[in-house]
């Protein structure tokens, strides 16, 4: 009994050692069968992209067969120092980059083109102011001259020679019903020199532009400007429709209406337009050189009468308008005239009137076609004419062609 049992005890013993020693064999053999059957590693196969990996296509592109590759993209961007995200420019548009900013240069450093140069005109004109009242005449006691109703009709026309250059033509002609006082009334009718004008225009801008002109009268204005000659009825009387014919129009055409003399009249313009607006402003100088006439009576009581060897007058005028509607205008115009010396004068001890003469026209303009008619009323702002009552109404009629 005793063997048996130790032999059992022994064989006992070395199989737990036995156990012990292959227990950690065996775990770490369980484990390492474990690992393939995990389903977050799959194995690889070759040519595969399912795994985790990029595919080398992706960053380096794929074949030049024209397909569409992110890769290649971003690394031609990058060739042409493009920042990632910009739009990587074709070949053409590179080539052409160059030839653009050189246009673009030259079409900057082209000067900028001349104005577009004016076009030659021709047109005819029709003015005609009804005026209503007298005119001063010098003398003692400043004698008035009485109208019921005076007609000056001015007609001409014009023609552009160059662009620039204008040759235009007046010829004024005047009928009335005149009166003095103590003396009957009678219709006289008389014409006025004809004046012949060149002028020269010069443009600074678009907008403005300035202009020189001179006039050249045609000494056949009909009557005297002796208002003493009752020895010469007709030509007195015909000089006195040359005085209302200047009162209607309030001195604005001093040369067109003194008979006996060489009228020579230069002036300088200017004119500026700014969309809708319109303004412009003319300075001219009337020199009458007289061509000869004296006077019947020369003494008058406290004075005497005498005709200057030059007359000479001086005008200056200015004028705005505005296009309320299409191709209908409001204006204003203005202007001053001063007698530095009168063709007919009276030496005293008596105060002489006033030789400037203010006068205010508000008129309305219109176009149809190539006719431009006009309307205005005439309004003497103090001075002489003021005084004799005279006002007068314009209708004029332009047809440009």
Same mark, same amino acid.
């Given at each position: ?60 592109? /794929? ?11 971003? !690394? ?5 120092? #493009?920042?990632?995200?910009?739009? @990587?420019?074709? %070949? ?10 050189? !246009? ?25 102011? @009804? ?16 109208? !019921?109703?005076?007609?000056? =009709? ?7 020679? @160059?662009?620039?250059?204008? #040759? ?22 008389? =014409? ?67 008979? %006996?003399? /060489? ?6 313009? &200017? ?52 296009? &309320? ?14 007698? #530095? ?22 008129? &309305? ?9 006009? /309307? ?8 002489? /004419?003021?005084?004799?009552?005279? #006002? ?10």
């Amino acid at each position: 009994m005793n063997a048996p049992s130790t032999r059992f005890r022994a064989l006992a013993a070395l199989a737990a050692v036995a156990l012990l020693v292959a227990a950690p064999f065996a775990s770490a053999a369980g484990k390492k069968k474990a690992e393939p059957a995990k389903p977050e590693e799959p194995a690889r196969s070759a040519g595969m992209m399912e795994g985790s990996g990029k595919d080398p296509a992706t960053t380096e592109g /794929l074949d030049d067969d024209g397909a569409f590759v992110p890769g290649r993209k971003k !690394t031609r961007a990058a060739a042409q120092g #493009i920042e990632e995200g910009d739009e @990587a420019p074709s %070949e053409q548009s590179a080539e052409a980059s160059p030839r653009n900013e050189q !246009t673009d240069r030259s079409e900057r450093d082209k000067p900028k083109p001349a104005a577009k140069p004016r076009r030659k005109t021709a047109g005819v004109f029709v003015d005609g102011v @009804a005026g209503f009242g007298g005119a001063p005449l010098p003398g003692p006691s400043n004698p008035g001259l009485q109208s !019921t109703t005076t007609l000056a =009709l001015i007609a001409g026309g014009h023609f552009d020679v @160059a662009p620039d250059l204008r #040759i235009a033509v007046r010829l004024p002609w005047t009928t009335t019903s005149a009166e003095v006082e103590g003396e009957d009334s009678r219709a006289v009718s008389a =014409l006025g020199n004809p004046e012949l004008t060149a002028r020269l225009r010069f443009a600074s801008t678009d907008e403005t532009e300035w202009s020189a002109r001179l006039g050249i009268g045609i000494p056949v204005a009909q009557g005297s400007a002796d208002i003493t000659a009752v020895q010469s009825p007709g030509a007195r009387d015909a000089g006195f429709a040359q005085r209302l014919g200047d009162a209607a129009t309030l001195r604005s055409n001093p040369e067109l209406y003194a008979p %006996e003399t /060489l009228p020579v009249t230069p002036g300088v313009g &200017v004119s500026h337009r700014a969309g809708a607006f319109r303004a412009a402003g003319d300075l001219k100088v009337a020199f009458l050189p007289a061509l000869g006439g004296r006077v019947q009576e020369p003494d008058a009581g406290n004075g005497t009468y005498s005709l200057s060897k030059l007359g000479m007058f001086g005008v200056l005028g200015g004028s705005a308008s505005y296009e &309320v509607v299409r191709r209908t205008h409001v204006a204003l115009a203005a202007w001053a005239t001063y007698a #530095i010396a009168e063709q007919l004068d009276y030496a005293s001890d008596a105060t002489s009137p006033s030789g400037l003469q203010l006068a205010l026209e508000p008129r &309305v303009l219109a176009q149809f076609g190539r006719v431009l008619p006009s /309307l205005g009323l005439l309004v003497p702002l103090g001075g002489p /004419l003021a005084d004799a009552g005279m #006002i007068g109404v314009r209708a004029r009629v332009d047809v440009v062609f």
